[in-house]
């Protein structure tokens, strides 16, 4: 019996997830930075809607819930830049790359679908990251905003915000059918979060059946953890409330992305 002999193809050099993930990501940078219009809204809109949220601070008497113009401000800051940042940009970028062809072709490549998924959201992912880092420190020098008193918290909410926001990107992307629909697709969810999420009325100002049926929103989780690393009154009871809760609405994304998610044009 004759042997085989394999050998590997000169001048290729062998690949990892990592790398090929970086290659994807900085190709839909470069993507990124030449649609102007989504780029204005991920980098500026996150950073004029805390004004907003300042504006409105000062008609409430947050005292009495224990928070100050800094503790809302912040973490509705934080809010703003994953809906814009993350969410928004990369329905966008999912869609438009899928009616480009550009996810089948990929596909026929070494590329599994988790990693191209995660190629195309790294990039609206790091700027979300960049843009609360920020805020953080611009909310601390402008609103005399002290130190996070449980940081952790801060982090965990950041975190799986981020993760939550990219899963439910591509959901959304799912029942989107085309680029210009993917300006519109995503606002009910951009909507019902301004208004339920805490990020403009602290849940505590709100009446208890309402505050409770917010409490159940995909980004109330994420804005009760980014306070509460500040504040530093949020409870183990709370804060694991508000963990299940973001666990809950990411595990429900993946699955409907695993269910319904289109590689390609939609007809």
């Not at 912040?74 to 809906?83: N, R």
């Not at 992307?173 to 606002?187: H, L």
């Not at 403009?200 to 409490?215: H, Q």
């Not at 953890?225 to 809950?248: C, F, I, N, P, Q």
Request: aromatic share 6%.
């Amino acid at each position: 019996m004759s042997a085989i002999h394999t050998t590997s193809r000169p001048g290729r050099a062998a690949t990892t997830p990592l790398s090929r993930m970086t290659a994807l990501a900085r190709a839909e940078l470069t993507l990124l930075g030449r649609t102007k219009g989504a780029l204005v809204a991920a980098l500026f809109a996150p950073l004029v809607l805390p004004v907003s949220a300042a504006q409105m601070a000062k008609e409430m008497d947050l005292a009495e819930v224990g928070l100050n113009t800094g503790t809302l401000v912040l973490p509705a800051a934080v809010g703003f830049s994953l809906l814009f940042a993350v969410y928004s940009v990369l329905v966008g970028a999912l869609v438009v790359r899928r009616e480009e062809l550009v996810l089948k072709r990929l596909r026929t490549g070494e590329l599994p679908d988790v990693e191209i998924l995660a190629g195309t959201a790294l990039p609206a992912v790091l700027i979300g990251i960049v843009q609360c880092l920020v805020l953080a420190v611009g909310c601390s020098v402008l609103l005399d905003l002290s130190a996070p008193s449980a940081p952790h918290l801060a982090v965990a909410g950041l975190l799986l915000g981020l993760v939550m926001c990219a899963a439910l990107a591509a959901a959304t992307a799912s029942f989107t059918r085309t680029g210009e629909s993917a300006q519109v697709t995503p606002m009910p969810l951009m909507l019902v979060s301004w208004m339920g999420s805490g990020m403009f009325v602290p849940l505590e100002l709100l009446p208890d059946k309402v505050a409770s049926v917010c409490e159940l929103l995909p980004l109330t989780p994420v804005v009760t953890l980014v306070r509460g690393g500040w504040t530093g009154d949020l409870s183990a009871y709370e804060a694991l409330g508000a963990v299940a809760t973001a666990v809950a609405w990411i595990v429900v994304s993946v699955f409907a992305v695993w269910r319904w998610f289109r590689w390609e044009p939609r007809r």
